[in-house]
């Protein structure tokens, strides 16, 4: 059974860089993509991109300007990292599985609440 | 990315069936059947309840079925029950710009 487990700082500071991790188990890194997800508080669900351990990326274009998404095959993890923050960042971010390169996310992990303020 | 139009609210009766609509465009919800469904309750991650437009993962109760008219996706919901009260997203794939995917703005089920 695949668990993803979501990793970095709460708080960060506007116009500061966001960086998360996202831990895999059950599963190989290698086996398909992986993406980012995030939540605004009492908001829907907004795609932020996916990678796969080629290199290969696909971005949301209204952030695709700020984000970068690696896979780091020998930890099992993949990241994200999103430059120049504001207050609309704030959200819980999840990290998910798209299964056989599909578009869907079968397995979540349990979301990183990520505050921006001073 | 616009993202998919879904109502804000349904309800139903315990027993009774509802079903959610999500709308989009021809490079999304009607181009292709890659529309997937999530049950989302306070608090925790998203649950995936239908794939590949009507597909159900192991273990998702056959209560739950997928269909498409058009650019208009939806999710049935049969023999309402109390647990089934939560927020419903649908996602697409999309062929626009960066090949990604798009949600829907979400659905709040009330089991009255």
């Known amino acids: 059974q695949v668990q993803l487990q979501e990793s970095g700082p709460g708080l960060v500071k506007p116009s500061e860089t966001l960086s998360l991790t996202c831990t895999v188990s059950?599963?190989?890194?290698?086996?398909?993509?992986w993406s980012w997800i995030r939540q605004p508080a009492g908001k829907g669900l907004e795609w932020i991109g996916r990678?796969?351990?080629?290199?290969?990326?696909f971005y949301n274009p209204s952030l695709r300007n700020r984000v970068t998404m690696s896979v780091d095959t020998s930890k099992n993890q993949f990241s994200l990292t999103l430059t120049s923050v504001t207050a609309a960042d704030t959200a819980v971010y999840y990290c998910?599985?798209?299964?056989?390169?599909?578009?869907?996310?079968?397995?979540w992990g349990q979301g990183t609440l990520v505050t921006v303020s001073s | 990315q616009s993202a998919l139009t879904q109502p804000a609210s349904v309800s139903g009766s315990p027993g009774q069936s509802i079903t959610i609509s999500c709308t989009g465009t021809?490079?999304?919800?009607?181009?292709?059947?890659?529309v997937s469904w999530y049950q989302q309750h306070p608090g925790k991650a998203p649950k995936l309840l239908i794939y590949?437009?009507?597909k159900r993962p192991s273990g998702v109760s056959n209560r739950f079925s997928g269909s498409k008219s058009g650019n208009t996706a939806s999710l049935t919901i049969s023999g309402l029950q109390a647990e089934d009260e939560a927020e419903y997203y649908c996602?697409?794939?999309?062929?626009?710009?960066?090949?990604?995917?798009?949600f829907g703005g979400g659905t709040k089920l009330t089991v009255l």
């Open positions: 998910a599985r798209n299964p056989h390169g599909s578009s869907w996310f079968d397995s």
């Open positions: 059950g599963d190989s890194i290698s086996s398909t993509y």
């Open positions: 021809s490079s999304d919800v009607g181009g292709y059947n890659y």
């Open positions: 990678s796969y351990f080629t290199g290969s990326t």
């Open positions: 590949d437009l009507n």
């Open positions: 996602n697409s794939y999309t062929s626009t710009s960066t090949l990604g995917v798009v």
